[in-house]
């Protein structure tokens, strides 16, 4: 390359000077002279990813071609963190086109042995649908049709099928169901949930584009997955809503004049939770911006950011509207004085006018302490303030703070509370965003004290007494 210069006592590539994208490989050998080395025409083997857009800045001397003044002639080398799904470990010495190594089958394959993947789950996925032949423009459309994480959930599994297979795996053969039969018996054997047994089965379904869950023997594991392990449900709530709530309307949550922007966060962070019965990835997705926040005298209405996607994608949950009444907006005495308290308009407010000299991010919740302040508070922060505001709010009523409950568990406090209020079901979905109610009544509905609950022992205790 003429813009790189004679070599001379250098190596060939500098990687601080060297600037050109192209890369010219000799096709032609020559004898070794002193301790160079001769340059065989390079083979291409497609089971060798090299991802673009990977970069390490702190590349070593060895990344570059050789390791002295004298060798550049030697091969190109790839550090162990760039080699990707290769056949086998080739980060060691230079490529060839011997074809030793490879898979016995045609086709891409991912192997268990070699470096470690990168944890980019659409860039592997990208890179099976290049394999299939592809274009560029269909493959960016097929990736949108799946969420970032879920692709990196998926990767999981298929690093851990490399393992457990300890030979080359063939994307574009016919499934091994045998093989993939016992490699969830393992994560059987391992106590895995039927949860993710399935969470399993969807990930190789995926890798080798075929519906592995309609096939028989699948369907066999699967519902003797849920018979030999049931998955055991909890109906009583973790914790005690009115006692929560009466804890935010106390020191130091109230007033709020004086309560600090942690509390304050606490609260409404709580507040949104428990009045919208929403997921808290879809809480930490509310804006400030216009038209997705609108203030009105009795309530606040939220719509959900376009650029936001749920966990379940579809037009009903992407288009409904969160509504947070407002609480006793004009109280009379000091009762309802104490219980407007818990309005979530007037806590929005303040919040507002609290963090708006520091605000850095049009997110409604956002973080208050850090390298992180003012930006955009992460869904786990989130979930930490609910938990945590519930566990303050016990500790305001010197009661020990309850343990093992998460910040999803509002969800099923919330809705089971509307149900005990005469709320209909189909409100109360509309809200939760669930489709049918089939959801609610399975996975939701708590069963709250009631002496309704009572009636049917005590008439059957009830004999006791002769008519």
Known sequence: ?????????????????????????????????????????????????????????????????????????????????????????????????????????????????????SPDGMAVERQLLIDRGLSSEVITTLLASRKKVTST??????????????????????????????????????????STIKVQISALSALYDYKLAEHQWIKRFVKATSRLCPTIRSRVPPWDLNLVLNGLTANPFEPLADCSIKFLSYKLAFLLAITSARRVSEIRAFSIQTPYMTIREDRV??????????????????????????????????????????????????????????????????????????????????ARWVKQAVGECYRVKNMTPPVGFGAHSTRAVATSWAERAAVSIDQICRAATWSTPHTFFRHYRLQLSSTEDLTFGRSVLQAVVPP
Not at 24 to 52: E, H, N, Y
Not at 168 to 180: K, R
Request: proline share 10%.
């Open 1 to 117: 390359m003429q813009n790189v210069g004679i070599t001379g006592d250098r190596p060939l590539r500098i990687a601080e000077e060297q600037k050109d994208p192209g890369v010219l490989f000799p096709m032609s050998c020559r004898q070794a002279q002193g301790s160079r080395c001769t340059s065989p025409a390079l083979g291409q083997r497609p089971t060798v990813r090299i991802p673009t857009h990977q970069t390490n800045p702190k590349s070593s001397q060895k990344d570059q071609a050789g390791q002295g003044p004298h060798n550049s002639n030697s091969a190109l080398l790839a550090k162990k963190g760039v080699v990707y799904l290769a056949q086998e470990d080739v980060s060691d010495r230079p490529m060839d086109s011997s074809g030793q190594g490879r898979s016995p089958r045609p086709g891409p394959s991912i192997s268990p042995s070699g470096s470690e993947p």
């Open 153 to 194: 959930i998926y990767l999981r599994t298929w690093i851990a099928f490399c393992k457990f297979v300890n030979k080359p795996v063939n994307v574009l053969a016919p499934p091994d169901i045998p093989l993939i039969l016992q490699f969830l018996q393992e994560g059987l054997n391992k106590h895995l949930r039927p």
């Open 301 to 382: 209405v939220l719509s959900p950011d376009p650029a936001f996607l749920p966990k379940v994608v579809t037009d009903f949950h992407r288009s409904q509207e969160v509504i947070l009444p407002s609480f006793y907006n004009t109280p009379t005495n000091d009762q309802e004085l104490s219980l407007h308290s818990l309005d979530v308009r007037r806590v929005i407010l303040h919040y507002l006018k609290v963090t708006e000299s520091w605000r850095l991010c049009n997110s409604l919740l956002i973080s208050f302490q850090g390298k992180t302040k003012g930006k955009s508070a992460s869904t786990q922060t989130i």
